[in-house]
């Protein structure tokens, strides 16, 4: 699971990569990555898992991008002036591979929080 810091409104987002691998057989502890070649990704970022989507991030924009897709890896794309709502999100991605095979992940959680300005 990816553990994202939390994001302070309208600042820069940092984005992160992902990894996927499966293990080669059952209870080797071997992985190997999960080629996302010609895979589309969507993430969708809601503030509650059944929640209408706040935003999200995906492929077909850019949002996210596939640098080494036969090494299972995938990242999502930094945001300046990232400046969506203060709340709790949770989000998981939705892949759908060229044969149409689909995998989804888990939940996940972040948080944007008010930026603090300190007047002296």
Sequence with gaps: MVNIADHKKGG???GFEVTLTRETAPNSGVQEPIDLTGATIVSQFKTTP????????KVSDN???MPNATLGKFV????INMNYPVNNYVFDYKIIF????RLV????GFRIIQTVTVTV
Excluded: L, Q, R
Excluded at 50 to 57: A, I, Q
Excluded at 98 to 101: E, R
Excluded at 105 to 108: D, G, N, Q, T, V
């Design 12 to 14: 820069t987002w940092n």
């Design 50 to 57: 059944k929640g209408g989507v706040v935003f999200e991030f």
């Design 63 to 65: 949002t996210i991008t």
């Design 76 to 79: 999502y794309m930094p945001v």
């Design 98 to 101: 060229p044969n149409n095979t």
């Design 105 to 108: 992940s888990s939940i996940k």
